[in-house]
């Protein structure tokens, strides 16, 4: 028997009704104790979307707000810290075509910059309630100062502009994971063949369908840098690809497990079994998503369906690398005991009912996530002495580097800048 079936069922006897109040009772003790982290809230795009001057709305979240999440709801769910999403939609839904190569420039990049901007006039327009985080210290820091930590998250590489360089830029203004794609290839990753709110199929791009060569220096470079590789999205040789190249952990920000619903979106057992300790395997946490469609048949699936990809996910790989993660609002339904942020004490609940011990739950909560954080800062740490990657598209090597400024040997440089440019221009075929 599931604690959501009682809780959601007619007629229940009162001893029922009792035990379920109880095992809240005892979430909510848990909540206090530890912080409860939702690695994917899409409460930007609805601030960009929603108003012509984003900025002056930002102030409305501590009264109400339309969609999942606003500052009253998450108080009332004990939400301990949040990953805020940095997103842009991808050029089939926006516009902006990178063509075939993704040599087309797009504004995507400069979305992304103004979601960053976003999230923090967030932070700075309520600092009583969210304060900056970028490491689990800074979650704890944040938690005990009773504010809800706020971090960044960055959903799909269609969004760097094809440059390693706006890579650094984002690690500097604190992006912590990064989803290397979204529902679209890009220049550096294969995405998963599920094209959101559509049945058709994407195409197959890059060798094998996973990472470009430029792709593996992207994952080299996160490590470096210290952003989480964050597969969920991605095409099955994506995330082993990425799994192999890395050498920090992994994460799955949102996702569910595909043994249990078939979903293109979710991760396959013969991925799981390449997280882990063992020989061969890598660190790594998945965050189960609560998007309805990822969780199983619609209507009808409620909190304890998603704990079923939760155990089920903790049955391949521990329960030390599971974690929660919404994606609320960025999903258009939502899981009954789910329905928005106050409602983060039901799955607590159900895994304290399925007889998970207090430090595993507080685990699932939120220190899973922080122990693989903790070793990501350690590998970035470990790689501070190498040099930046320099590595660029390749299918933009036909450009010649001195066009670069648009002026060739005119531009306005020193003379002997001129003339070493000068000799690098080919001005007839080579014999």
Not at 18 to 45: C, F, G, N, R, V
Not at 374 to 395: C, F, H, M, T, Y
Request: glycine share 10%.
């Amino acid at each position: 028997m599931r604690l959501v079936s009682w809780i959601f069922a007619c007629g229940l006897p009162l001893l029922v009704r009792s035990d379920a109040d109880d095992y809240l009772k005892q979430a909510l003790a848990l909540m206090e104790e530890s912080p409860l982290l939702d690695t994917h809230i899409d409460l930007p795009q609805i601030i960009r979307s929603l108003h012509r001057k984003p900025l002056d709305a930002i102030r409305l979240l501590n009264v109400t707000f339309p969609g999942h999440v606003d500052i009253p709801r998450m108080r009332e769910g004990r939400l301990g810290g949040a990953f805020w999403t940095v997103w842009a939609p991808c050029p089939d839904v926006a516009g902006g075509d990178p063509g075939v190569d993704f040599t087309e420039p797009t504004h995507h990049l400069r979305d992304a910059l103004e979601m960053v901007d976003i999230i923090q006039a967030m932070i700075a327009q309520h600092p009583e309630h969210l304060q900056y985080a970028h490491s689990s210290a800074d979650v704890w820091r944040a938690f005990r100062n009773g504010r809800i930590a706020s971090l960044i998250g960055m959903e799909g590489t269609h969004m760097l502009g094809n440059s390693l360089g706006a890579l650094r830029v984002f690690a500097q203004l604190g992006v912590r994971y990064l989803t290397l794609t979204h529902t679209c290839h890009s220049a550096f990753a294969s995405a998963t063949a599920w094209r959101a709110g559509s049945a058709e199929p994407l195409g197959v791009v890059h060798e094998g369908n996973g990472l470009s060569e430029l792709g593996v220096e992207l994952v080299r470079e996160l490590n470096r840098v210290g952003i989480l590789v964050d597969l969920s999205h991605t095409s099955i040789e994506t995330m082993r690809q990425a799994i192999n190249v890395s050498v920090a952990p992994v994460v799955w920000t949102h996702a569910g497990a595909r043994a249990v619903w078939d979903h293109p979106r979710n991760v396959p057992d013969d991925i799981l079994e390449l997280i882990g300790d063992g020989d061969g395997q890598k660190d790594g946490v998945v965050q189960s998503v609560f998007f309805p469609h990822f969780i199983g048949q619609y209507p009808g699936v409620n909190v304890s369906h998603v704990v079923d990809h939760m155990e089920h996910i903790a049955s391949k790989i521990g329960r030390s690398r599971v974690g929660i993660a919404s994606d609320f609002d960025g999903m258009y339904v939502t899981v009954d005991g789910l329905e928005d942020a106050t409602k983060y004490p039901n799955i607590v609940a159900e895994l304290l009912f399925r007889g998970w011990t207090p430090d595993e739950v507080r685990g699932a909560m939120g220190g899973n996530l922080m122990r693989i954080m903790d070793k990501v800062d350690a590998v970035s740490e470990q790689l501070k002495g190498r040099l930046p990657s320099s590595a660029i598209w390749e299918k933009r090597s036909d450009l010649p580097a001195t066009a670069w400024g648009g002026g060739g040997v005119d531009m306005y440089w020193p003379p002997e800048v001129k003339t070493a440019v000068k000799k690098m221009v080919q001005y007839h075929d080579e014999l």
